[in-house]
């Protein structure tokens, strides 16, 4: 970051607990210039420019990216937008969605079809980027301008994508252009084409996922401000929504010069898990932590192996390839450890397979990790390892696709072979908090919700939550993660008809109310929730005192 960039970053954060530094081997960063104590929120940010995903244009105000207490406005010339009011209309209109809606037109116009611009969310966020850029003062510009970009890192295909993606914003935007201008710019397709990749490149490493009630995502946003702080697997703060506006919340007290971090990953995973996900996304690299705890910057996540190949560990040729973390390190051995007969070893999948048709094709990369003391041992762990991960993509793809009976079925088979499954003639079994069991716990949890099985659901959220607690023991972990499923819990077992008991409902209430209270204010309607159980509950049991 230029010494531009770090002024205009200050004076955005003018009068914030912040300030914007370089270090060195961080880069750009958010700093605590006083002490900031656990809870206070650290950082309040409008998005720039948000859209919603395609899924959720029906049902969140496109401007305010929430629900709504009531039927939504329908924008009467496009048939797509949705409002929760009046004001929330107009003032989408006067930032973006007048040069949307004109684009949307024109091109229906033009080819004489509905243009599905819904559906390439991405695009249509590049393209509001533009046309909200007139409306916004300059120095908001130059903060989403000045954000880092890594096309170098970006494969070709990556690099195509990109360019297609932005020759589609760069279409539309000669449809209904930003501004007088810059119509003249327009006309100058080389070069408006190169700058909206680069845009869209700098959205792609630095862009969030907006998340509405109960963490569900709903749609992507940027946030230069927000985009600056780091990544860490220990983060001190967490970042929740209430619709287009971001909070970021210490889980701890940060002293004076402590850098402000977040996660960039799910933190309900394990070390090798995110370092290739990192790796993979944001392009940088956490390091690979050996059985002494050193830092070795190993590459064997980096590479492509053969799709849907068991790698073995150590090497078999003897090489010096270290092992990844997860399958070495102590912390971490409850969550890779499984069985085949009476050894034990350790094992996870990175990667997914490509669904077609009801088969499936592994996706180059995608491949188990094992470290047995036999080979055969190893490469039957993988084996299982990946047939169980196959049914829980295919699981979630039924689940994404409404088909939740098939949904169901495929949940229940993987947690099955998670107990137990036959490779070859040898029994395979995943240890009681294994990563690959606690996703499939996570999975059914979700779809028995939304059959209606509130007794199963019940179960298996218990089941869970022991697997969470072990799992997501960092504060932002379990802010982040634990949180929600507790407070699912907590209304579950103050349910007779679901088999729960007043009694665990309090104590579940209790465990989740001090989580929750960190992803105010999005969960303030969740925390009423909970907190109404917990009082009916102790209600209901001060009344069976009395009766007694």
């Known amino acids: 970051m230029s010494g531009d960039a770090l002024e205009d970053a200050s004076r955005a954060l003018s009068g914030s607990a912040l300030r914007a530094e370089m270090r060195e081997g961080r880069g750009r960063c958010l700093v605590a210039q006083r002490r900031i104590r656990k809870g206070e929120v650290v950082l309040e940010e409008d998005a720039f420019a948000a859209v919603l995903y395609p899924n959720k244009v029906s049902d969140y105000c496109d401007y305010e990216m929430t629900m709504g207490s009531g039927k939504l406005l329908r924008c009467s010339k496009t048939r797509v937008a949705r409002y929760s009011s009046k004001q ?98 327009i006309e100058l397709e080389e070069e408006m084409l190169k700058e909206m ?38 983060p001190n703060c967490v970042q929740t929504f209430v619709g287009r506006r971001l909070f970021y919340r210490s889980v701890r007290d940060i002293e004076i010069g402590e850098e402000v971090t977040i996660t960039y990953v799910p933190l309900s995973s394990v070390h090798t898990e995110r370092r290739a996900d990192l790796l993979d996304s944001f392009y940088f690299d956490i390091g690979n932590r050996g059985r002494e705890g050193e830092e070795a910057q190993g590459e064997e996540l980096a590479a492509v192996g053969e799709a849907g190949a068991v790698e073995f560990y150590p090497p078999a040729d003897g090489g010096s390839a270290s092992i990844p973390a997860s399958l070495a390190d102590e912390d971490e051995r409850k969550f890779t450890s499984l069985k ?75 947690l099955n072979d998670c107990e137990g499954l036959s490779i070859e003639g040898s029994r395979v079994r995943l240890g009681k908090h294994h990563i690959t069991r606690i996703r499939a716990l996570s999975l059914f949890m979700d779809i028995t919700i939304h059959l209606g099985d509130f007794m199963s659901a019940r179960s298996t959220i218990e089941m869970l939550c022991g697997s969470l607690r072990v799992l997501c023991s960092k504060p932002a972990a379990a802010v982040g993660t634990t949180s929600f499923v507790l407070a699912i819990l907590a209304k579950l077992e103050a349910d007779p008809l679901s088999g729960g008991s007043p009694e665990t409902a309090v104590a ?28 009916d509950c102790l209600a209901e049991l001060r009344l069976g005192g009395e009766d007694a």
């Open 88 to 185: 929330a209309q107009a003032s989408a209109w006067k930032t973006y969605y007048r040069d949307e809606a004109n684009c949307v037109c024109a091109m229906k116009k033009k080819y004489a079809e509905d243009i599905p611009f819904t559906d390439h969310p991405y695009t249509r966020l590049l393209a509001r980027v533009y046309w909200t850029r007139k409306s916004r003062p300059a120095l908001q510009w130059r903060l989403v301008d000045q954000l880092c970009c890594h096309w170098p890192a970006f494969s070709d295909e990556k690099k195509a994508e990109m360019v297609k993606a932005a020759g589609m914003a760069r279409a539309a935007l000669s449809f209904a252009p930003p501004s007088d201008e810059h119509r003249d710019a």
């Open 508 to 535: 579940v209430a209790k465990e989740a109310l001090p989580l929750l209270d960190f992803l105010r204010p999005s969960s303030d309607s969740v925390i009423a929730e909970v907190q109404a159980i917990m009082n």
């Open 197 to 234: 990749t680069m845009t869209l490149a700098r959205i792609d490493c630095n862009g969030l996922t907006i998340c509405g009630e109960g963490q569900v995502p709903i749609g992507f946003g940027v946030f230069p401000l927000a985009a600056l702080a780091n990544h860490s697997c220990n």
């Open 340 to 414: 085949v007969g009476d050894r034990g070893g350790r094992g996870l999948v990175l990667g997914d397979p490509d669904l077609r048709g009801g088969a499936t094709f592994y996706k180059s990369g995608l491949r188990a990790l094992c470290s047995f003391d036999d080979r055969k041992e190893a490469r039957l762990a993988g084996l299982a390892l990946l047939r169980i991960h196959c049914r829980l993509v295919k699981a979630e793809d039924s689940f994404g696709s409404g088909k939740l009976r098939e949904a169901g079925a495929e949940a229940w088979g993987a």
